[in-house]
């Protein structure tokens, strides 16, 4: 398969234009009390799963969040999709408002957005099969009206994720695939529509380690050839690197950091970013030994800590962090992060 | 002689379409204190094996044929019975795989732990109890927290609970089945760190099975890559990771994205594992393999030994491969 190789991000980053514009995005998931406990009132209680988000992406680019089970970063994809309906906050895509929109245009939106979920086993439908799967997105935007029309646009789908000869995957069921021909099976799902962009939610965190790269090969290819934006969701922080331009470290509901790739990989100036780059293992057995990592685990988003986030964990917490939430500041070119300390 | 010294096992699964070939012919060693790690695809035998060295299998499972020795006693050979009353727990243990969904959500977790000493040993209630906080306590839980119950454990505090628990009555060898796989980042390298810090101190030998190659790199001394119910490759970690030999093997290590070297692209091999109902003929991993010949679609490669240290390969064209030759660059 043509591997492309990640390069030259750091000239690309910081031209083009924003395809999407995310501003101060919020999504609490009110939690339900029970009658006795709202008679004795308090506060409304919510999971607080993203707070206050701020990005843009630019056209063309592959764009990583990156971030711990629990930080939001899954909610939040869901959110600029209007998969979920955001608490609070904007988001733009080109010049479309799409927190404004009503359901009717979001529907006319999914045609320039789609999304490709994580686990290929359980986001298809195993009774139908492969070309009546890359169909239904046709269907339901009305674009064809039967299967011969939706031919052409299905087998084109399937040669743009190199399933080739299209005849011989056709009529096969999800079953009869392996995980990686299914994912492929969900990108061409994604694609048929010939979006702008694309929202990949941890695409390969389901798959065996020898056919990952496949996969985001595929979308770096989509990305640099067919310019097609991406949004990769990751816990990943190795592969986000090896393919994404720019990455923002979400922790808490929160970014705490973001970046030209190299730079925040090479240089983190946040104590998450560098505990979670030190935490991924090397497979390399002559770099033995653990890097420090926090101690403890994530809390609970219903209630975040007070002031910085991090600061029941942080090794350079001082008093203010306890205090008062650090701003994101641009400390480099283009690379963003929010600590009182940020580390040099 | 090794502590665990395991030859020509074979474990089949019997189903309504023939046998399923989980685990064929696989031979290792492990010495007192050593870790091994077992890598491999899904589906590859991997846990099949792990489970057969604790007789753990379902009743469509059947060992047909090989050896184990357990510090020089033959372990196959033993009736359930005995096997269950001295070996499994005393003498090898097992951190099962998703091991946070292994405790049961109704008893406190010093109970649990109390309880599985307690089958295995003759031994006063109150001594179990003591015993138990003293595990806590290695695991680097506070062991106040005895009366707890599992859901007000966080994940990678359940999976301390449950290596306390291997670690109950004194085994000589641990076998660790994805300890961490549904763990986070920083959590899984917590959890990784207490293993690592208490196998140094018991002396503990250890299986690792798991899919994640740096896991292995970070924690094991040898490593065996295992393909369709086979061990491809074996060697000490050094040996195969700097000179992955197998054409499997090399596309393995280097499918690793490696976060604190160069970025290079990702790579990957091309097509899947094959039905262990029926493997392909010959070598099992021909119709992936770009060097493939005849030869390879016929005969069955040997894991014969390449240079010192016992770096072992099954793979016909072993000479083409020594040289150093980047068979998956394009």
Redesign the interface.
């Known amino acids: 398969m043509g591997a492309v190789r990640a390069t030259d991000e750091e000239r690309r980053v910081g031209h083009g234009e924003v395809i999407l514009d995310v501003e101060n995005l919020v999504k609490y998931f009110p939690l339900r009390r029970g009658f006795a406990q709202s008679l004795k009132g308090g506060p409304d209680l919510a999971v607080k799963a993203v707070d206050g988000v701020t990005f843009n992406v630019k056209k063309g680019e592959l764009f990583g969040v990156v971030g711990e089970s629990g930080c939001g970063k899954t909610t939040m994809g869901r959110t600029i999709l209007r998969l979920l309906e955001p608490t609070d906050g904007k988001v733009v895509f080109e010049d479309t408002d799409v927190t404004a929109l009503d359901p009717e245009e979001v529907k006319k939106l999914r045609r320039r957005m789609q999304i490709i979920f994580q686990d290929p086993y359980e986001s298809m439908n195993p009774r139908l099969d492969v070309s009546r799967i890359i169909a239904e997105p046709l269907r339901i935007q009305g674009i064809v009206k039967n299967a011969v029309d939706a031919r052409p646009y299905i087998e084109k789908a399937l040669e743009d994720v190199e399933m080739t000869p299209p005849e011989e995957y056709l009529f096969r069921y999800p079953h009869e695939l392996s995980g990686g021909q299914r994912q492929r099976i969900a990108v061409a799902r994604a694609l048929v529509l010939d979006p702008e962009f694309i929202v990949a939610d941890e695409p390969v965190s389901m798959l065996d380690v020898s056919i990952r790269g496949e996969i985001l090969n595929l979308m770096l290819n989509l990305c640099r050839e067919r310019g097609v934006t991406f949004l990769y969701i990751t816990h990943d922080l190795a592969t986000a690197r090896h393919i994404c331009d720019r990455i923002a470290v979400m922790y808490l509901g929160k970014i705490v950091e973001k970046g030209p790739t190299d730079s925040l990989v090479k240089h983190p100036l946040h104590p998450y970013t560098r505990a979670l780059i030190g935490a991924v293992f090397v497979p390399d057995p002559k770099k033995k030994g653990f890097g420090k990592v926090l101690s403890g685990e994530v809390p609970n988003p219903v209630n975040p800590p007070s002031g910085c986030r991090l600061h029941p964990r942080c090794p350079v917490c001082r008093d203010i962090c306890k205090e008062v939430e650090p701003e994101l500041v641009e400390a480099e070119n283009n690379h963003m992060v929010a600590c009182h300390f940020a580390l040099g | 002689m090794a502590l665990l010294e395991v030859r020509d096992l074979k474990m089949y699964y019997k189903t309504l379409r023939g046998h399923v070939k989980a685990v064929d012919s696989v031979s290792f060693d492990i010495e007192r204190g050593e870790a091994l790690g077992i890598a491999g695809?899904?589906g590859c035998g991997k846990s099949s094996m792990a489970n057969t060295v604790l007789r753990l299998l379902p009743s469509n499972g059947k060992i047909h044929g090989g050896s184990i020795t357990l510090d020089g006693v033959e372990i196959l050979k033993l009736d359930d019975e005995t096997f269950r009353e001295s070996i499994r727990w005393k003498k090898i243990s097992m951190v099962f795989q998703g091991a946070m969904n292994a405790l049961n959500p109704v008893h406190r977790i010093g109970d649990q732990i109390v309880e599985a000493i307690l089958t295995h040993e003759d031994i006063p209630h109150a001594e179990a109890v003591e015993r138990t906080e003293q595990l806590l306590d290695m695991v680097g839980i506070n062991p106040k927290r005895f009366k707890e119950y599992p859901h007000e454990f966080?994940?990678?505090m359940k999976q301390r609970v449950v290596i306390a628990m291997a670690l109950a009555c004194n085994p000589d060898v641990i076998v660790a089945d994805e300890p961490t796989t549904a763990l986070?980042?920083?959590?899984?390298?917590?959890v990784?760190?207490a293993m690592?810090d208490l196998r140094k101190r018991l002396d503990l030998s250890m299986m690792l099975i798991t899919?994640?190659?740096?896991?292995i790199?970070?924690t094991c001394d040898k490593i065996a890559i295992m393909y369709a119910g086979k061990i491809v490759e074996y060697g000490s970690?050094?040996d195969v990771?700097?000179n992955p030999t197998h054409p499997y093997g090399m596309?393995?290590?280097k499918?690793?994205?490696?976060?604190?070297?160069e970025?290079?692209?990702?790579?990957?091999?091309?097509g899947?594992p094959p039905n262990l109902l029926a493997p392909p003929e010959g070598c099992r991993f021909h119709p992936r393999c770009p060097l493939a010949d005849r030869t390879c679609m016929e005969e069955e490669p040997r894991l014969i030994e390449i240079g010192s240290n016992s770096h072992k390969v099954a793979c016909h064209k072993v000479d083409m491969l020594e040289r150093g030759v980047d068979i998956w660059e394009?």
Not at chain 2, 184 to 190: E, F, G, I, R, Y
């Open positions: 695809e899904s966080s994940g990678g986070d980042v920083m959590v899984q390298s917590q990784l760190k690592e899919h994640d190659l740096s896991v790199a970070q970690v050094i990771y700097e596309g393995l290590v499918a690793f994205p490696n976060i604190k070297a970025r290079t692209r990702v790579r990957s091999l091309p899947f394009q």
